[in-house]
């Protein structure tokens, strides 16, 4: 039988409200690791081509519980390459408490790869013995909020490494919601002594779908507690925004970079990609525009290798400045479809009407109703 969201603890942790003292940063400060990528196995080949990689994420779950680290993974840590689990199936936001079992395979993913940080979402995936097979919103209700500290304080007792929490993309809000998703982030942050991880596809998806402004949440984050950054691309489909990490990481999501970054710039960024995966030069091009987004060094350049100047200054101006997003047209003429519209072209000597009639790939694809 189920425990009820009102299940009692062995310890019953004590719910703090909000107040208006001055922000502080929880324990273990984060690594500066710059520009990363998710590790999969279908794009495993092309990491050790990176010469400026320091930092990559893998699924928790996709490693085996007591088996050796697969060796493309485990190359990359002998190279130096920082790797932080990410896990998927804690439900940390469940009624219920934490399986043991799961929790058990997520602190051991964490020891061998002796990550300096761990990551989980802000969700929950089963209820009443059923699996959802989805990353499912959290109400932002008083009561969901006491089970959701509950559970993340029980999950840092069985760690040795900090803790990022990640909110995710959803299609839905509850009803019986209390509070704004600032103010639940903040509470919880707080309460747990942990990190925020901030996807901005996440970010853009939700704006997309409620119909919100996204850089008004930037304002109302704890920024100080980012501990690294998600960017992704997604779909529409149906009306609504899905983000599925199938496409590459669109416009908006990299003026939301940059415009993070002109608030509190982040220790580390990092692309996910989960299918339908470019070519290695198109994914490389993606990340050397998520890395102009956020100021760092391009990881796809050899660390001797100094960055030219004027690529430097921009840098520098998006970094420490307030970003100023590219104008539509020089964004469509940088497109991945415009360079093919332009290829086009020359060879049939056909010249479309204008920059803004270059229509950029959708990337129209049917994904999971959240994503990671």
Known sequence: MTSPITHTPTTTPTTTPMTDAPATRPTGA?????????????????????????????????????????????????QGVTVVPHGTRLSLGGAEPLDPRRVHQFTSAAAALAAPLVSEHVAFVRA?????????????????????????????????????????????????????????????????????????????????????????????????????????????????????????????????LRELCARHPPPTVMLERDGNYPPADRLRTELDAIAGAAGMPRITRAAGRPMPVSELTIARGKRCGRARPAPAGRVREQSHTGRQAGHARRRTGRRRPGTGGVRRASGRRRGAVTAA
């Open 30 to 78: 984060p690594p500066e690791l710059g520009l990363g990528i998710g590790w999969r196995t279908e794009i495993a080949g092309l990491l050790p081509e990176l010469p400026g990689l320091r930092f990559c994420e893998v699924v928790a779950e996709s490693l085996r519980h007591g088996a050796a680290l697969p060796a493309p993974l485990a190359r990359l840590r002998e």
């Open 128 to 256: 009443g013995g059923l699996e959802a097979g989805h990353l499912l919103p959290v109400p932002r209700s008083r009561e969901a909020l006491r089970a959701l500290v509950r559970n993340v304080r029980a999950l840092r007792t069985e760690l040795d490494a900090p803790l990022a929490l990640e909110p995710i993309a959803a299609l839905f809000d509850w009803p019986d919601d209390e509070l704004t998703e600032a103010d639940f982030l903040t509470e919880l942050l707080e309460q747990t002594d942990t990190w925020l991880l901030l996807d901005l596809a996440n970010v853009h998806a939700n704006a997309q779908n409620r119909g919100t402004d996204p850089v008004a949440l930037l304002d109302r984050l704890p920024l100080e507690r980012v501990a690294y950054v998600h960017v992704a691309g997604g779909a529409e489909h149906d009306g609504l925004y899905h983000d599925t990490h199938t496409a590459p990481t669109p416009e908006p999501v990299l003026v939301l």
